[in-house]
């Protein structure tokens, strides 16, 4: 058969299946998967039947079980497939694991398409099965046209040279070994073997983009050329190869150019302005952190414009704290950096030497007696405050818009932004400050940089309380 032939021939190709593998069918019923489950059948049968005529212990090529996604999204017609995939795993004495979604609720709790829905669905799904299971791959029945679907998909939405590479082979644990085929080549073999399925009426539907793609689009490419998805399929191939080369430049480029300190990130601007594809290379950095084309390019014309202090949110920038990030375009560099939106706190109600760790700072407490070998500290590392003018227990948190303090050695008070400001601090510095303040809410220590006036040490001061920055 020439089909199994260039399936084993694809398979060997890409290594896509080692023959300990335990392989995970997703079988939906649809001619694409029930073709592709014969072949992995007839590959298992053909490598035991090869083992018995050489004399080893037959060992099948691939330890098989089928998943079906029931997402009850065709009335009967979902539930006929389920039987159907059921019957079949039956027979052919594979195990089968059914899962029903609630696919409209999901997608309205969710606000996504009923088709992405059901993409997130099954892909969890099939991920939480792979990990319970231990299997070692998961068999997708993607062929050619699929992938020539997507390529025309992705070019509509304005993708990049990464969204037109198209599907792999393999990506993680997720294999497609019928890329090699298209779709009339999947329907010959189907009936010339006499290969049951059932047909989802809604693939015929050209309300939804792929369908209107797959029916009306690549129809008029086969009259403009015979071997017109042959060709698409070899262009898309070669994207994917220039796609890999692009992505290591790229990778190797940023590598050269950016500071990287814990969750900090930044470039200097000049590695953009002076760059006659700076605005795309900055799209390839920040897109790593959830920003889209729309905001590199106002990010380009921030930094050409010489903004400073301008910030970004990403589309999860307002929802998931420990994920959030921020682009801030200082005058010098760019900066991308995780965004606290909440207020880490510590607080401290001891009287006693101790100390905490915050970040990568260990800051150590202690209580001295200024009479008792005591100097004054003049190090912005070692705070020392007169210890009856703080009131416990003490707090220290992030900056908050508004807040006021009276530095050491000035006669008023001063906004924190504008201290800030004085000393150059950047977005990112001002945002993962430490501030100490007293049960009172006096600002007694902007950490590691000035203590307030207000609780300075004095000839009257009796007892210090002082802090000293480890690291």
Partial sequence: ?????????????????????????????????????????????DYETTSQRVGMQSQSQCNLAFAHCNFHLRGEDSNRDERFVTDFAREN???????????????????????????????????????????????LAHHGDDQIETFFINMLRGSGIKGLKGMKPQNDFYIRPMLFSNRNQIMTFAKENDIQWVEDYTNQETVYLRNKIRHQIIPL????????RQCLNFSIECLSSENELYRNL?????????????????????????????????????????????QA??????????????????DNGQQTTDNSL???????????????????EF????????????????????????????????????????????????????????????????????????????LGFTAYQKRNVWIMEDAKGLILWVVGYRISDKVKILDTTNVIFQCDIMS
């Fill in 221 to 228: 490419f086969d009259e403009i050329k015979d071997n017109a």
């Fill in 326 to 344: 921020i682009a801030s375009v200082q005058k010098d560099i760019i900066e991308i950096f995780k965004n606290r939106f909440d207020d880490d």
């Fill in 347 to 422: 607080q401290i109600f001891r009287f006693s030497d101790f100390q905490i760790q915050i970040d990568s700072q260990i800051l150590r407490f202690s209580v001295l007696n200024k009479y008792e070998n005591f100097k004054l500290i003049k190090d912005v590392s070692v705070a020392q405050f007169d210890m009856d003018k703080i009131t416990f227990p003490l707090k220290l948190r992030h900056w908050r818009k508004g807040d006021k303090f009276k530095p050491l050695g000035m006669k008023g008070s001063k906004l924190l932004s504008d201290f800030f400001n004085d």
């Fill in 93 to 139: 004495n594979i195990p089968i694991y059914i899962n029903h979604f609630d696919t409209e609720t999901y997608a309205k709790e969710n606000s996504l398409s009923i088709e992405m829905a059901a993409r997130e669905l099954r892909y969890n799904w099939f991920k939480e099965l792979k990990e319970i299971h231990n299997f070692d791959k998961v068999a």
């Fill in 1 to 45: 058969m020439i089909m199994l032939t260039e399936f084993k021939k694809y398979i060997e190709r890409y290594n896509l299946i080692d023959k300990d593998d335990k392989i995970l069918l997703a079988l939906s019923g649809g001619v694409d998967s029930m073709v592709l489950a014969r072949l992995l059948l007839l590959s298992q049968r």
């Fill in 250 to 294: 790229i990778d190797e480029k940023l590598a050269e150019i950016e500071f990287v300190k814990d969750d900090y990130r930044s470039v200097e601007n000049r590695h953009f302005l002076n760059n006659e594809n700076g605005k795309q290379l900055l799209f390839e950095w920040v897109r790593r952190f959830g920003f889209n084309y729309e």
């Fill in 297 to 314: 390019e106002s990010m380009f014309e921030a930094m050409r414009n010489e903004k400073s202090g301008v910030v970004f949110y990403n």
